[in-house]
């Protein structure tokens, strides 16, 4: 009894995080590897994944969810630079498991609920190469949290039965990564009414858990410590990748397990480059440099920008640009609330800067405000969610106003991570030194 209240609690996420404080983030370094898992991976919350698999179940109502986890990649034939292995992030939102290859099955309908995780036979020759690897015995189903762990030869049968039984469609995550999929080619094509799970499962991440919001947290925190390290190590004539540099080992020695996406770090006419992410000019004394950069811990990733002048002293003209991005960006916090939308916080901003604009830019300045100001974060630095989606209470989003004026190679942008609350906005990121006094008093302690 107590379960099937439970499950309609989780029925409606975004009602269940309503007027309910959530529990207070784990410390940093609480997460600690648990030796069993393949790449001696972190504990999975069990309760919040299972919580996730009873929302989607409730959302299908009948049917047949089919999830697989991503290939391990390989170095002779991807000729990957970098071949780390990284989870689909459908499948970790239901699993939280960094294991190769393997599949989730849930069953609603037609009689109770089923969940089944299936994985690969373990090979003892093969993991002198690999490492251990999760395979369907007690450790899996300690470490997961389902009861019912099979090996992946058992997946076809299971589901030709789970299908005749409950007579629903079968949803399965239909995308890039999957689309490639033999498994997932057959089955389109066998006959039967396959969905899409992604946008089922997308709207069930727009909202983050608490255990989501502990993830990023730490992302958030491991950045900005990478950010303090850039702004420490930067000296005019050092070259751009020097200041990657120093934000990277930073990231790296906090624990990020990689970055969230390339980092940015523009210096003079680069900083008004939107995605420069080559890094290999050499600044000058004067220059100001953008560095948008974001740490990825335990599958979520943060995105911040700071930008600062490399000789530690913003110029008037810079300071005076920079200080309209910056009082744009807190006219679109102050906005943030639950049931506004990122559509309508961007013409806030935008109506800010050009209200404020003066003779800063000759022409009102937020027509060098050429991006949009906000977007959905999480699992992917560009989240799921769209520009038009109301934001609710445990949404995580960007407020990244910028202003770009190519013909003086001056570039400026200020991104923060900030989580929608019941009433307002919480800067995650805040942190990282952002007012010109801060970062002159930061970068002048060299
Ligand atoms: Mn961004």
Known sequence: ?????????????????????????????????????????????????????????????????????AHERELERDYLQDNDFRQSNTFFYFTELETQDAWLLLVAGGGATETVLFLPPRNPFQERWTGLRLGSDSTAVRVSGIARVLPTDSLDPL??????????????????????????????????????????????????????????RKAVDISVLGHIAAMQAARPGMWEYEIEAALEAEFRRNGADRVGYPSIVGSGPNSTTLHYDVNRRQTRDGDLVVVDAGAEWGQYTADVTRTFPVNGKFTPRQKAIYDLVLATQQAAFDSTRPGTTIERLNRIAKDYMRAHSGTLCGVPCDAYFIHGLSHGLGMDVHDVGDYRTPLKQGMVITIEPGIYLPQEALGVRIEDDVLVTATGAEWLSAKAPKTTAEIERLMGRR
């Open 1 to 69: 009894m107590r379960s099937l209240i439970f499950a309609a609690c989780v029925a409606v996420p975004a009602l269940a995080a309503q007027g309910r404080p959530s529990p207070a983030p784990p410390p940093l370094g609480a997460w600690t590897p648990v030796p069993e898992l393949p790449g001696m991976a972190r504990p999975v919350d069990t309760a919040n994944v299972a919580a996730r698999r009873r929302a989607l179940l409730a959302r299908i109502g009948r049917g047949v969810v089919l999830v697989p986890a």
């Open 159 to 216: 589901l030709s039965a789970a299908l005749f039984r409950v007579r629903g469609p079968l949803y399965v995550p239909l995308d890039q990564t999957t689309r490639d999929d033999p498994r997932l080619r057959d089955l389109v094509f066998a006959g039967i009414d396959v969905r899409n799970l992604r946008p089922i499962a997308d709207s069930l991440r727009l909202v983050k858990d608490a255990d989501e919001v502990a993830r990023m």
